[in-house]
């Protein structure tokens, strides 16, 4: 089984519709259950994001689910409580002169 950046691939069905494991720390997170497109697709603005950057700030898993994302640079949408846009940057600051 291949791993990339925490996720472990799996046969994608109905339930996993991403095609990746949930690492063990989504049981825990304030996201578990909720609408997907509510994280996802960098809406960027308005009530969505606000909402999303809400459940972010509650949630138990938001440092490992940032750290997850940030390592991760294909994954999009709201992840630890930061946007694609968000993480970029995050990721210039750590890395000058790397693309991110």
Same mark, same amino acid.
């Given at each position: 089984m291949r791993s990339v950046e925490g996720w472990a691939r799996?046969?994608?069905?109905?339930t996993n519709w991403t095609g990746w494991a949930r690492p063990d720390w989504y049981d825990q997170?304030?996201?578990r259950g909720l609408p997907i497109e509510?994280?996802?697709?960098?809406v $960027?603005?308005?009530? !969505?994001?606000? /909402?999303?950057?809400?459940?972010?700030a509650i949630?138990?898993?938001?440092?490992?689910? #940032? @750290?997850?994302?940030?390592d991760t640079?294909?994954?999009? $949408?709201?992840?630890? !409580?930061?946007? /694609?846009?968000?993480?970029r940057t995050l990721r210039r600051q750590d890395h000058p002169g790397? #693309? @991110?």
């Open positions: 799996v046969e994608t069905d109905a997170a304030a996201c509510l994280f996802v697709a960098d $960027g603005h308005g009530r !969505g994001q606000a /909402t999303a950057k809400q459940v972010c949630c138990p898993a938001q440092d490992q689910c #940032a @750290a997850l994302a940030i640079t294909w994954l999009t $949408g709201l992840w630890g !409580g930061t946007t /694609t846009k968000e993480r790397r #693309a @991110a």
